[in-house]
């Protein structure tokens, strides 16, 4: 045989034995296609049968949908396939539940369960109960399933399929859609006026308080909003409550904010003691201000943001140039959270002054943010705005260590002064304040008698947590003193259960009118009332001599105003120190 022929035979085994290889290849794909087709035959037949969504997620994308799924979403299966989850989990919930998916594909968590609000092929809300679990071997395969959250639903018979929200038993988001839909489409002559109604300190008593007062104070706005305007109103979410109106002219929303308003002059009852709360509404008007009314809702909660800009307690109608104003205030948040690390903020400090020995024996800490375009911003502009962001305590950090590093390096200079900071509510409840007060300390070198925390009134923490703390604090040697006194609701339980050392009296107490005896007769009461309690007492909003006598009168110990200085940088202080004691000279101790 040639070696040729032995080639071609060898050749043609090779081929052969490859066929065989390929043909087998080709039986084990189409059995394991017909077994894949077949478990998704069961999986369908399965949950179809407990009418429960179901999906299968690889890579964050959905791979398998059932029918229920479909449903539930108001997608078709095919568009689900084309989705990832991050695409229909609203933004509530999405950070949360990013969270819980890779701690379920770090293996810290062999199965997930939760609540979440998701945002339906419609443009609706819906609260699904969602579980999942990794498939086996599988870094990012998830299996789960999602079911309604059958207590969200309205048990009305008139309409079954509209959402209720469970803590204040009205209407919520889903209905006020569908509502607004039919009314919009069916009556497009119509004309409708849409109030947003914000609980204005919802997150601040959450925080502070907790959630359960957090929950009985929105039943109870949820009672007077009833109470005053009937079956119109809806919970739309968190700390908005929506009212629609039919055919009402602009005086006549007027006169009904004016109704909501006083409805909430009376004080609220939370754990106990009396709460007093204040709402900011937003009103868009179909057709004028928009023609759908998802885009009516739109309009509405873009007023309301903007009058919350301006000031809390008030309302705004929409106009579009809202729009353009909210633009500008989410650049300037989204600046805010550089801030920091940009080193955007600075310190003033506003000179204290002891009426009877005639000198600066401290100064109050007051942050300033140098924008680089904007210049000057107002802590007035973004104090709440940091509040809101949950900026407020790296801000409030910042702003403690930098005083007590600063006031450490006077008292090195042979200036013997002292150092007031301002703590926020959010401050006020963070776990480690005490341990994080003691480190700065530690840090800036300074003794703890040189710090004073000023915190205020109005600041809405429980008193017994709030005094745990600074009871705390003040072991440590730290003194507490209240700011804005005599402006809040809570001065006297202030007084009895807090460890206080000084208390500060509103500069509106001191600006008024020398002559008014009503002011008069409460700062005497005041710092008669602090000398008993053996409390030291500063004034804030001296501008005039005239003040300064009435003070030293009312044997009032401390004081601080633009008579003396304004505030000012470290530098600046202690350059302008001798003309402050010439002033200090020439007004104290004439």
Known sequence: MSVNSEWLIIVAAILAILLCLVSLLMFFHIQRLRIKEESEKNIRKITDSLHIGAYIIKADAFIYVNDRLCELTGYSAETLKQMKWQDVVSLQNLEDTALLIRQLREGKKQEIEDRLVV?????SRISLIVKCQRIDGQHSHYVGTADVEERAYLKSETDKESLIDPVTELPGSVALRKRLEHETVENPALSLALVFVDIDSLNRVNDTIGREAGDKLLQEAAKRLKECEGDRVYHYRGDEFAILFKNRTRADIKMHIKRIMNTFTAPIHLHDRPWYESVTMGVSFFPEDADTGSKLIQCAI?????????????????????????????????????????????LHYQPQIDLKAG??????????????????????????????????????????????RQTKQWNEQGYPFN?????????????????????????????????????????????????????????LGVSISIDDFGTGYNSLNYLKQLPLSQLKIDQSFIRGNRHDQHDVALVRMIVALANELDLQVVAEGVETVEHV??????????????????????????????????????????
């Open 119 to 123: 945002i339906r092929g419609d443009g």
């Open 302 to 346: 873009a007023a309301i943001h903007y009058a919350k800009k301006n000031s809390r307690g008030k309302y705004e109608f929409y106009n579009p140039g809202i729009l353009n104003a909210l633009r500008k205030r989410l650049e300037l948040e989204m600046d805010l959270r550089h801030a920091v690390k940009r080193n955007e903020f600075t």
């Open 419 to 475: 150092v007031s900071v301002n703590l926020s509510p959010r401050q006020l409840v963070q776990e480690n304040l005490v341990t994080l007060v003691q480190s700065v300390l530690l840090d800036a070198d300074l003794p703890a008698e040189r710090l004073q925390l000023e915190i205020t009134e109005t600041a809405g923490a429980d008193l017994f947590v709030m005094s745990q703390k600074l009871q705390a604090l003040e072991e």
């Open 359 to 404: 000198r600066v024996v401290g100064s109050e800490a007051l942050i300033r943010w140098i924008h680089p375009v904007r210049g000057v911003i107002s802590p007035g502009v973004f104090i709440p705005m940091a509040e809101e962001l949950g900026l407020i305590e790296e801000i409030g950090e910042w702003v403690l260590r930098t005083a007590c």
């Open 549 to 590: 006598q009435f003070l030293k009168q009312t044997n009032c110990a401390l004081a601080q105003g633009y008579l003396f200085a304004r505030p000012l940088t470290a530098e600046r202080l202690i350059e302008q120190l001798e003309t402050i004691n010439v002033q200090i000279s020439e007004t104290v101790m004439p």
